[in-house]
């Protein structure tokens, strides 16, 4: 009896014990996140960038009108068809005449300051001359002057001397006539000195013409040299005829009541210019030509930059002309501004001849594909903290309760992604490796987690 009570108390423990392992696995996999995973593989990340655009002419040709004119109407719009003789614009005649009278008035000042300047200049070319005539009649007197100097003084030693020989031939005579010869030392001293005083003389003489001549010469120099390039009268010569040029344009549109008309035929693609400004230097319209073959022109976000390169393939929706067209490409990447004056980028896409209408818009779309990475992802497998981004993987740890899927952290490095997959580098992670790509609930490093059935 006490044995199959025994054996009934140990089957009641049994299926009670059985009944809170049902119960608790009931319970955990309540608690358990559920948890989808992908291996890493092979893929290439391809970039799209969308964005729309215009059909423009390959050549826009800038249309300048003459500055500060007053814009009493405008003729001519965006999008407008122009043909040649057209009018475009007209300007204020009372602002006009105001301007003729003003720059008659500069003419005729800039002929007075012309003729200052060349009277000026002839003046100074006469004193010129002056100079050097009495510079040169200066060395004259210099030279005759100096010349008779010296011949004095050559003269004076030329005396002297003579007089010494004389003193010796008397001294001799004496001699001659057995008369006793008288010891005259001092006059033939006094002779010899007055000899070395006239020699003196004449070397002062010489040094003295020579001085005279030179500072003649130089100052001669100094009148022939050439002065100065006085380019007044010239200058002037040039404002003259810049005034007369901007006076008989303003006299031409004066002739034209004030009317502008185009030169050349085409499409306005852009109007600067609007009733009640004044004009500028700046382009008054873009014009495109008619003649030349069209382009699709579109801004590029800043962010889809370095997707956008010249031969990225680009499909255009749009007329339905432009969606019939295969294989276009970028042709060229090429700065310009927004309305706001900011710097971007613009594509360009040649389109075939007889394709395409100005003024057209289209959307656009570009591909462009990279590289094969051997490690890539889905990008909702990619977590990010301050230190990066990182993923979770599911890998397998013994526990009381058997074998669990256990959340590991992986720190990885992304080479490049789009908005669907994620290149990483071959260190971050291998192909055998089970990364968690979604979970029904929160989770982190250390979490159970169980595979959802597929």
Do not use: W
Request: with cysteine; net charge negative; hydrophobic share 35%.
């Amino acid at each position: 009896m006490d044995r199959k009570k025994a054996i009934k108390l140990f089957g009641i423990f049994f299926i009670l014990m059985l009944l809170f392992t049902i119960l608790s696995r009931s319970a955990d996999s309540l608690t358990i996140a559920r948890v989808q995973t992908k291996s890493p593989g092979k893929q290439i990340i391809t970039h799209t960038v969308n964005g729309s655009g215009t059909v423009t002419s390959e050549t826009e040709e800038a249309v300048f009108v003459l500055a500060n004119q007053k814009i009493k109407k405008v003729y001519i719009e965006e999008g407008s068809q122009v043909q040649k003789g057209d009018i475009l614009f007209e300007v204020d005649m009372d602002t006009l005449q105001e301007q003729i009278d003003s720059q008659e008035r500069q003419v005729k000042q800039q002929q007075l300051t012309n003729g200052d300047a060349a009277s000026s200049q002839s003046v100074q070319e006469e004193q010129q001359q002056r100079e050097l005539a009495r510079a040169r009649e200066d060395y004259q007197i210099a030279q005759s002057q100096g010349d008779a100097a010296v011949a004095r003084a050559q003269e004076e030693v030329d005396i002297a001397y003579q007089r010494l020989e004389e003193y010796y031939q008397s001294q001799q005579g004496f001699q001659a006539e057995d008369e006793p010869q008288t010891d005259d030392s001092s006059q033939r001293n006094a002779l010899e000195d007055e000899i070395r005083a006239k020699e003196q003389a004449l070397e002062d003489a010489i040094a003295s013409r020579n001085t005279s001549l030179q500072e003649a010469a130089r100052k001669i120099e100094d009148a022939q040299a050439a002065q100065a390039r006085d380019s007044t009268e010239e200058i002037g010569q040039l404002d003259q005829e810049e005034k007369e040029v901007s006076l008989q344009k303003l006299q031409k549109l004066q002739e034209a009541e004030g009317k502008i008309y185009a030169e050349t035929e085409g499409v306005v693609t852009a109007l600067n210019l609007h009733a009640g400004e004044v004009s500028s230097d700046a382009a008054a319209f873009l014009l495109a030509g008619t003649g030349t073959g069209c382009q699709f022109v579109a801004p590029v976000n800043q962010e889809d930059e370095k997707y956008v390169e010249e031969g990225a393939a680009v499909t255009l929706t749009g007329p339905s002309e432009l969606e019939e067209l295969e294989e276009l490409t970028v042709a060229q990447v090429v700065s310009g501004e927004n309305e706001n004056g900011e710097t971007i980028k613009n594509l360009v896409v040649n389109l075939p001849e007889g394709v395409g209408q100005i003024g057209q818009t289209a959307d656009y779309t570009v591909t462009k594909n990279s590289k094969t990475y051997d490690i890539c992802l889905p990008v909702s497998a990619l977590q990010q903290d301050d230190n990066g981004y990182f993923v979770y993987v599911a890998e397998e740890a013994s526990s009381v309760l058997g074998e669990e899927q256990v959340v590991r952290k992986h720190t990885v490095t992304v080479l490049e992604k789009n908005e669907s997959y994620a290149a990483l580098s071959e260190d971050s992670l291998n192909t055998s490796q089970k990364v968690i790509v979604y979970a029904d609930r929160e989770i982190q490093e250390g979490s159970r987690v169980r595979f959802m059935e597929e």
